[in-house]
């Protein structure tokens, strides 16, 4: 069979560019689809993005999307510690685990793609005829057979489909940062090394663990240490604050490393030096770039509109203390595949979205319950 009797009636639209738009684009296009991925940001996303784990579903994601993986660099740590103010070790679990970086996967998963469109805002899109359109800001108008709505918790495509759904705010925040091993203090990093570390408190909670360098390189000497600490921000002015970068101008849930107000920075480390472990203290001091994000939540209450379909963040916002945010869009994408692999069909993709807002639903409810023991509330 040719490719094009092979692809006949089986062209899908990707709106998103990140790492759940590039795995769907990868497994549906193993399943014989023509894929096209837009993504609204004119510049690549490799700067974006911290430390993670590699969960299961997209570890199989990416055996399935056959693009010639074979292993995301990852360090593997021990053993998960927990540190008291005064910096003692008050509990100590072995739990090896290996975690990796956001922008480690996105780089793999970007070079495995034949081509994203940079700088294609989506407008809106419109079905008839079994087809759907997909209209950009620059003008341009792609008709397919599918449209899959990848683009993230402030997801274009969902707000067509549900005008004035928006995530809802939780009432804390992620500080984050990423701090080259040689950037460390003397002696910090042989006292985190092969440690999962945590410190919390009342109403906050601070972990960090080791990740590959910014080239994807996991040898000592060459990693970075990925931290993050949740701490609660009244909505309103504290939030506003926050989120106001260095030339003024208010985001809307995050900013992106290098764009903190000077004035926020300062705050951070105030706290950090009030309430962290010395060692945990270190690595915020360490950092020149720390970022920010606020945690919301949101549950769509469906994911397919005929024929255009929602999925991973798009379709609900997890909290990052599952640590499924990239398994979660993985597993979306694995399974839309499938119901996809003999081509477009109601029944199939009914089943599927069914199964996914289910498993939506219940780890939704999970990060709930995690954040609220984080938060006391």
């Known amino acids: 069979m040719n490719e094009e009797a092979k692809t006949a009636g089986r062209k899908a639209v990707v709106i998103g560019g990140s790492i759940g738009g590039l795995t769907t684009a990868a497994l549906l296009r193993r399943e014989g689809w ?3 991925v837009f993504e609204r940001s004119p510049s690549d996303l490799s700067g974006r ?3 993670l784990v590699l969960q299961g579903d997209m570890l199989r994601a990416l055996h399935q999307a056959d693009i010639g993986w074979h292993g995301t660099p990852g360090v593997t740590t021990v053993d998960r510690i ?5 910096d003692s070790v008050i509990r100590r679990l072995h739990m090896p685990q290996t975690q990796t970086s956001w922008n480690a996967l996105y780089g793999m998963l970007r070079d495995a793609q034949p081509a994203v469109h940079a700088g294609f805002a989506l407008t809106g899109f419109e079905q008839r005829s079994g087809k759907v359109t997909a209209h950009f800001a620059n003008g341009r108008h792609v008709e397919a057979d599918l449209l899959v709505g990848a683009d993230g918790a402030r997801s274009q495509v969902r707000r067509q489909m549900f005008p004035g759904l928006q995530p809802r705010y939780a009432g804390y925040v ?5 701090v080259p091993e040689t950037e460390l203090p003397d002696g910090l990093r042989d006292r985190l090394d092969h440690t999962f570390v945590f410190q919390q408190g009342e109403r906050h909670m601070f972990l ?7 080239d994807g390189a996991t040898g000592p000497g060459k990693r970075r240490w990925n931290w993050v600490w949740y701490l609660p921000a009244d909505a309103g002015a504290a939030l506003d604050a926050i989120l106001t970068d260095s030339d003024g101008r208010r985001h809307e849930a995050s900013l ?12 951070l480390l105030v706290q950090a030096g009030d309430i962290l472990a010395p060692s945990l203290r270190a690595l915020i001091e360490a950092t020149s770039r720390p970022f920010v994000q606020a945690i919301v939540d949101f549950q769509a209450p469906a994911m397919r509109d005929g024929r255009v ?3 991973g963040d798009a379709a609900a916002v997890i909290r990052p203390h599952t640590a499924s945010g990239t398994g979660k869009a993985a597993a979306d994408a694995m399974a839309l595949a499938h119901a996809l ?3 477009y069909a109601d029944s199939r993709l009914d089943g599927w979205e069914r199964v996914r807002l289910a498993a939506a639903r219940e780890l939704g409810q999970w990060g709930v319950e995690l954040g609220a023991g984080i938060m006391g509330s």
């Not at 927990?82 to 005064?86: E, G, I, Q, S, V």
């Not at 960090?208 to 910014?214: A, S």
């Not at 992106?256 to 705050?267: D, F, I, L, R, V």
């Open 34 to 36: 023509d894929v096209e």
């Open 49 to 51: 993005g911290g430390g």
């Open 82 to 86: 927990f540190l008291a103010r005064d």
């Open 174 to 178: 992620a500080w984050r940062g990423l």
């Open 208 to 214: 960090t663990y080791p990740v590959p360098g910014e």
């Open 256 to 267: 992106p490393p290098g764009a903190m107000a000077p004035a926020t920075t300062q705050g």
């Open 309 to 311: 379909l929602l999925l």
């Open 341 to 343: 692999r003999d081509g």
